[in-house]
């Protein structure tokens, strides 16, 4: 039988290796740089203001936003991420299926002294 307490208790864990915006943002002007250094011969550094590191930062959101999805699809096939349906499927490789919702009930008993 499996204990909640081991799940709840794992560790977390990134498909995208705990990258932010920031380190994206950053990889990506360094990046640049770096081919166009290696393209031209000469050293090239973005100002903060340049029209092309603007272009990176905005693309650097999309590509994010695509590791944040590719991170939370690796998740849902783990029990301690996964949720709803996703949970459904993945019981299903255990051979089990959700009870259907029932309505709750309980048994009340009152003592009266004189």
């Known amino acids: 039988m499996l204990d909640i307490s081991a799940v709840k208790n794992a560790p977390d864990i990134s498909f995208i290796d705990g990258r932010s915006i920031d380190d994206v943002r950053a990889e990506m002007v360094a990046d640049y740089e770096k081919f166009i250094t290696e393209a031209t011969g000469?050293?090239?550094n973005l100002d903060r203001a340049s029209p092309h590191r603007m272009e990176l930062n905005a693309a650097a959101l999309q590509?994010?936003?695509a590791m944040q999805y590719i991170d939370r699809?690796?998740?849902l096939n783990l029990l301690k991420y996964s949720y709803s349906t996703y949970l459904d499927n993945l019981a299903l490789l255990k051979g089990t299926t959700r009870l259907p919702a029932t309505a709750a009930s309980t048994?009340?008993?009152?003592?009266?002294?004189a």
């Open 42 to 44: 000469q050293e090239v």
């Open 63 to 65: 590509i994010f936003q």
């Open 73 to 75: 699809a690796g998740k």
């Open 107 to 113: 048994t009340l008993r009152f003592t009266l002294s």
